[in-house]
């Protein structure tokens, strides 16, 4: 896999990575470069199950651990990626007009602003659907690529 669909290139992903140091034994401490949370979070919208949970939880502990700290780009990145209903309408209330900018582009968040958290879940499952099938059109000719060589002839073998 040379590129995941929906992120950066690597050099952009790269420059806004997040790096962490590990409790370690070690000296210096271990660091760790890994995938900035934006960008995780986009290469996570995939159509595995095991996924979409796992966004959920990101976002929501972002959320939990800085909105008490809200930047211009918290505030934006919680409005385009929450996936709790309940979440979503409490941060589209606490960021009235950001939520009406993000509205534009995010159906869910317009349900947000009007305060129906069934309205939300229904448009967020909606979503998650759409992303699934990009998804699965995205590795579609991958797929058929490796097929046919996981069925063509061996190397050494007469076609």
């Known amino acids: ?3 995941m ?7 952009a ?12 034994e ?13 960008d995780l979070v986009a290469a996570k ?33 919680w409005l385009r990626e929450l996936r709790t209903p309940e979440l979503l309408v409490e941060c589209a209330a606490a960021f009235p007009d ?10 869910a968040v317009e349900l947000a602003v009007q305060g129906d958290p069934d309205k939300v879940e229904q448009e967020l499952q909606n979503e998650q659907m759409r992303e699934r099938a990009v998804d699965r059109a995205y590795w579609a000719p991958l ?3 490796l ?11 007469q076609p």
């Open 45 to 77: 919208k995939t159509q595995r199950d095991k996924d979409w949970p796992m966004i959920r939880r990101l976002v929501e502990a972002n959320y939990f651990g800085a909105r008490a700290q809200p930047t211009p780009e918290r505030v934006a990145f």
């Open 13 to 24: 992903l790269w420059a806004r990575r997040t790096t962490l140091s590990l409790p370690a």
């Open 98 to 107: 950001e939520a009406r900018v993000a509205a534009e582009r995010r159906p």
């Open 143 to 145: 797929r058929a690529e």
């Open 147 to 157: 097929e046919a060589l996981r069925h063509g002839p061996r190397a050494g073998e």
């Open 5 to 11: 669909r929906g992120v950066d290139a690597f050099p």
């Open 1 to 3: 896999m040379a590129r």
């Open 26 to 38: 070690a000296d210096p401490p271990l660091q760790v470069d890994i995938l900035a949370l934006p």
